[in-house]
Structures are given as C-alpha cells and as structure tokens.
C-alpha cells in the first residue's frame, strides 16, 4: 500500500504539473503580445520618424503629380493663346497659362519643404540606426528565448501526460478509478493531502489521533472526512522541520 501510496503523489505531480503547463501555453498569445508592446514602447520615437519620413515621400509624391497636371493646363493655355483670334480669347488664355505657373510655382515651393522633412528625418533615422539595430536585435532575441521557452513547456507537457498515463495505468484500477472521482469532483483537481500535524493540509479539518495513526502507518487507503482527498503522510517533511512538530 506504502507504494501505491508513493504512485499516488507521483501522480498527483505529474497532474499538477500539467495544470501548470497548461495554463503558461494558455497565455502564450497574451505574454507575445506583451514583449511587443514593450517594445512597440521603446521603438515609440524611431517609429516617429520614420512616419514623418513616408508622410513626406508621399506628400512630395502628391505634389509633384499636381505639378504635372499644372503644367499641362499651362501648355494647354499657351496652344490657345497661339490660336486666340479675338481678345477675348487672348485675355482668356494668358490669364489661364498665369494661374496655372503661379500653382506650380506654390507647389515647387512644397516639394523643397517635403523634401526637406524627408531628409532631416531620413538623416536622424541614419544616427539612430545602430540604436535601430539593437532594438531590433534584442527584440528578436527576446523572441527566440520566448519561442525556446514555449517549445521546452511543450515538450515538458507531454512527458507529464505520458507519465500521468503510466502512473494510471501502473495503479489498481479501484485506486486509478478513486483518484479520477475525486480529482474530478474537486474544483483544484487536486485529489491527495498530506496529513500533518493532526490536521488536513488542504481542508484544515482536525483528525482524529487514530485516523493520523492509520495514514501514518499507510497499511490502506484513508480519504478526509471533511473534503474527500486521499491523505498521505510525509515523513522527511517532519525530520526536515522538528521543531515545529
Ligand atoms: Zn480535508
């Protein structure tokens, strides 16, 4: 019995040990998420820039097409006032071809000040770059141990559940059937408690000297009146703290 006893707490780890597991590949997606923002953070200023920086090629990208559709208003002018016969046609196309070359020249003065945004922010992003670099560097490393991590937990869940496997079936099958109804039943899951100190470790509940003598003794199967667990005895536990005993 002392053995299925020892079976029994193995089996409990191992489950205790996949609830852990469990629960960190859970929350996964939500600790990914959580390196990004740290460092969505810290790139906060470059991100910035370089926001500044494509706002200004697209801007400038703009322009220049306004540009292009100003000078062929402007040419269109000029063909009619080559052809203008009468003066109002005359007043008509010069005052076009005017406006047209005052447009383009207030759009010329954009593309030098978009020009000028792309290249102050272009030229501080060029200083920054090592900082860039190790950024991004230390993201991606921060990524792989994360990856690492998970893969490990993974790995470790399934030598748990193989274990928990092994240990069930080892068991007596009324014992396997006992430790499945309760873990079933409690909300931790948790089905064994150790019995110190004249008490339940997980209920509190007193125990009885005979019922402590019993466990102590480990010749069967004792559960906890009060919360149903199996209850153990852990010798080395009290060599190990004597003087609260
Ligand atoms: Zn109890």
Avoid: W
Avoid at 135 to 143: D, I, N, P, V, Y
Avoid at 205 to 229: F, H, K
Avoid at 230 to 239: C, G, R
């Amino acid at each position: 019995m002392k053995a299925e006893l020892a079976q029994l707490i193995a089996l409990q780890n191992a489950d205790s040990n996949i609830r852990t597991l469990q629960a960190e590949i859970e929350s996964i997606p939500q600790r990914r998420v959580e390196i990004e923002k740290e460092f969505d953070q810290r790139a906060f200023e470059i991100r910035a820039l370089e926001e500044n920086r494509d706002t200004a090629f697209q801007e400038r990208a703009r322009v220049e097409a306004e540009i292009f559709e100003q000078k062929q208003r402007a040419e269109r002018a000029d063909r009619n006032l080559m052809a203008a016969k009468k003066p109002d046609e005359y007043t008509a196309a010069i005052r076009e071809a005017d406006a047209a070359r005052k447009q383009i020249s207030a759009f010329e003065t954009q593309v030098l000040e978009q020009m000028e945004v792309f290249e102050t922010a272009e030229k501080e992003l060029a200083e920054r770059a090592p900082e860039v670099e190790k950024l991004r560097g230390e993201m991606e490393a921060s990524f792989k141990a994360f990856d690492e991590q998970a893969k490990v937990q993974q790995q470790q869940l399934e030598v748990a559940r193989a274990e928990h496997e092994r240990l069930l079936r080892e068991l007596p099958k009324t014992t396997s059937a006992l430790y499945k109804r309760i873990s079933s039943r409690i909300r931790d899951g948790v089905a064994l408690a150790e019995a110190r100190n004249g008490a339940c470790m997980a209920c509190y509940m007193s125990l009885r000297p005979q019922i402590m003598s019993e466990v102590r003794r480990g010749a069967e199967i004792i559960t906890c009146d009060n919360c149903n667990r199996i209850l153990y005895y852990a010798p080395d536990k009290k060599a190990a703290q004597p003087a609260g005993v």
